[in-house]
């Protein structure tokens, strides 16, 4: 039984929690203002019924009193016409007329102070109403500008459920631009250092390395075809362009030549055969 009362008790508080989170003052007030004007409605009904009622015992005694006039009329003609019994029975009626008069300004009276009173609670309800409904409009706009106040607040402070939404948005958009900025960075550095193939060139890393390989082989095929076209002479020029430090050097120790004659000037007459004329001696 404690374990029940204990769950009622829970579930009673969370749905106290859940009511007045769901609570709004001004529609509260609203409601409490609505049910004073059915209230009112209430009194202002019970006062015309009540005029009513007492409009009917008014016009019942008039119709009364006319008739216990007529009675009256009726005795003394019957009199006059020596007539007793008819004046008696007239005026017996005229009795009992009288007696139900008597009743009903009892209850005419009664009636009236009723009707006295429900107009002195409907004129009092009326201001009742009326003060509410000033105090009620007061405390809305007191609140709605409360209210208008505490989200301007929140919405400075960035702690309002849009300002927060919003910031969330903002943060998970920055962290994707920055993921994206990351990965474009990294596919550029990848793509630089070969380690990433062209999707479009079906060709592997190890066709790739061949290629390369036969290009160099044909590249030295062309230097060697360029070396036959040039001949010795260029195979020698190419020798002393390449070794031209030797050749100063043995220059050194040859001698240097004459004066005014080229540098190959020497080496031809060394080389030439001897005249008979300047040479002397035998043929």
């Known amino acids: ?19 007045d989170k769901a609570e709004d003052p001004r529609e509260t007030l609203d409601l409490s203002y609505e049910r004073q004007l ?19 015992i008014e016009l019942q005694a008039q119709q ?13 003609q019957a ?5 007793e019994d008819l004046a008696r029975e007239a005026l017996t009626r005229r009795a009992a007329i009288a007696g139900q008069l008597t009743d009903l300004e009892a209850q005419h009276e009664q009636i009236k102070a009723q009707e006295d009173k429900l107009v002195a609670t409907s004129q009092r309800l009326q201001s009742q109403v009326e003060a509410f409904r000033t105090h009620k409009e007061t405390m809305k706009a007191s609140y709605s500008a409360a209210e208008a106040q505490t989200k301007i607040g929140e919405s400075v402070a960035g702690i309002s459920e849009e300002m927060g939404d919003a910031g ?21 550095e990848l793509q630089q250092s070969g380690a990433l193939d062209d999707l479009s060139n079906p060709t592997d890393h190890l066709q790739a390395e ?7 082989a044909q590249v030295e095929l062309e230097l060697a075809q360029l070396k036959g076209e040039l001949g010795p002479a260029g195979a020698v020029a190419g020798e002393l362009a390449g070794g031209g430090g030797e050749a100063t050097a043995g220059s ?4 240097s030549a004459p004066a005014g004659g080229s540098p190959g000037a020497a080496p031809d007459a060394l080389s030439a055969p001897e005249s008979p004329v300047t040479g002397g001696g035998q043929p």
């Open 1 to 19: 039984m404690s374990v029940m009362k204990r769950l009622s008790g829970i579930l009673q508080a969370k749905a106290n929690k859940l009511l």
């Open 38 to 56: 059915e209230m009112l409605q209430q009194v202002r009904r019970s006062v015309a019924d009540v005029a009513t009622a007492r409009k009917r």
């Open 64 to 76: 009364l009193k006319q008739s216990a006039a007529k009675l009256q009329d009726q005795a003394r």
């Open 79 to 83: 009199m006059s016409q020596n007539r």
């Open 168 to 188: 969330l948005a903002l943060e998970r958009a920055k962290e994707k631009v920055e993921n994206m900025q990351a990965r474009a960075s990294a596919m550029d």
């Open 210 to 216: 061949l290629d390369k390989t036969s290009a160099s």
């Open 252 to 255: 050194g120790t040859s001698g």
